[in-house]
């Protein structure tokens, strides 16, 4: 369904920078999700726009965001299942609430499942898709599940095939203390209490092996650099 008013950039990515964007849809099921990607060969799928900068002024290309029907999320026994626009703080809570250890590299991180396993997002060397076995997907052709170790995954990069959107993944958990989860949780987040406030794409730049990208930006000068909003 079309969003009537589109989007502003500030509403919806946490750079709070850039123009409008136009023509945004939101997809509330499968079925819904894959006419639209028929409909628009080229497009752009939005999460939580956690790391995403939109060009200045109006923005035409069709851009498409999962509605609350992909915002889901179960489980039985240490297999977890959620729906890719579920918010990462969420599935934590969830987990810590739960009893599921395995995500707690998540804390701290914000934007959406589906965002998450594009960018194999996670701190350290651990990213997301190692605690996924299953990953269901949908492009034009249909939906499809997919074994996450045949993509190729690496460093905050999820490989996905191009087109697809993900639309649920399963995740491999284990039983754990829920207070235990909430103490790992925290530590991560203490970890982080360094890191500048603000509106920002926080960890947009990949470290290079061996270094972090914000001590190469902060030794060239360019810590607090802006171009327009951004
Ligand atoms: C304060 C702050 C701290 C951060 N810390 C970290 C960190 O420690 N580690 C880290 O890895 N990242 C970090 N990030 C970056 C960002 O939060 C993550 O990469 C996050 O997982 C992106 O999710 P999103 O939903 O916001 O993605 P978006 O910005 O909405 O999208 C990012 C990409 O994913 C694609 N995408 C979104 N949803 C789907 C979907 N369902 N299917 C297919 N593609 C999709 C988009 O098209 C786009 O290419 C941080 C960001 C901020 C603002």
């Given at each position: 369904m079309k969003l009537a008013a589109g989007l502003n950039a500030r509403d919806c990515t946490s750079?709070?920078?850039?123009?409008?964007?136009?023509?945004?849809?939101?997809?509330?099921?499968?079925?819904?999700?894959?006419?639209?990607?028929?409909r628009f060969i080229s497009c752009r799928i939005l999460g939580g726009g956690s790391n995403t900068i939109i060009a200045d002024g109006e923005v035409a290309t069709?851009?498409?965001?999962?509605?609350q029907g992909f915002a889901t999320v179960s489980?039985?026994?240490?297999?977890?299942?959620?729906g890719a626009a579920i918010s990462t703080p969420r599935l934590l809570r969830y987990c810590a609430e739960h009893g599921l250890s395995g995500l707690e590299g998540l804390a701290g991180i914000p934007g959406q499942l589906g965002g998450a396993i594009c960018m194999n997002a996670g701190t350290g060397?651990?990213?997301?898709?190692?605690?996924?076995?299953?990953?269901?997907l949908v492009d034009q052709s249909g939906r499809r599940t997919i074994d996450p170790a045949d993509l190729g995954y690496s460093y905050r990069d999820g490989q996905l095939p191009h087109g697809a959107?993900?639309?649920?993944?399963?995740f491999r958990l284990k039983q754990a203390e829920p207070a235990q989860i909430e103490a790992a949780i925290r530590a991560n987040l203490n970890k982080r209490?360094?890191?500048?406030?603000?509106?920002s794409s926080g960890c947009i730049f990949k470290n290079p092996e061996g270094d972090?990208?914000?001590?190469l930006i902060d030794s060239c000068g360019f810590k607090g650099a802006r171009v327009g909003g951004a």
């Amino acid at each position: 369904m079309k969003l009537a008013a589109g989007l502003n950039a500030r509403d919806c990515t946490s750079m709070r920078a850039g123009g409008r964007l136009t023509s945004v849809y939101a997809a509330e099921t499968t079925a819904e999700l894959n006419e639209l990607l028929q409909r628009f060969i080229s497009c752009r799928i939005l999460g939580g726009g956690s790391n995403t900068i939109i060009a200045d002024g109006e923005v035409a290309t069709p851009v498409i965001c999962l509605g609350q029907g992909f915002a889901t999320v179960s489980h039985a026994g240490e297999i977890l299942k959620a729906g890719a626009a579920i918010s990462t703080p969420r599935l934590l809570r969830y987990c810590a609430e739960h009893g599921l250890s395995g995500l707690e590299g998540l804390a701290g991180i914000p934007g959406q499942l589906g965002g998450a396993i594009c960018m194999n997002a996670g701190t350290g060397g651990w990213g997301i898709l190692e605690a996924i076995t299953e990953l269901e997907l949908v492009d034009q052709s249909g939906r499809r599940t997919i074994d996450p170790a045949d993509l190729g995954y690496s460093y905050r990069d999820g490989q996905l095939p191009h087109g697809a959107v993900v639309t649920a993944a399963v995740f491999r958990l284990k039983q754990a203390e829920p207070a235990q989860i909430e103490a790992a949780i925290r530590a991560n987040l203490n970890k982080r209490s360094g890191q500048p406030k603000g509106f920002s794409s926080g960890c947009i730049f990949k470290n290079p092996e061996g270094d972090s990208a914000g001590r190469l930006i902060d030794s060239c000068g360019f810590k607090g650099a802006r171009v327009g909003g951004a």
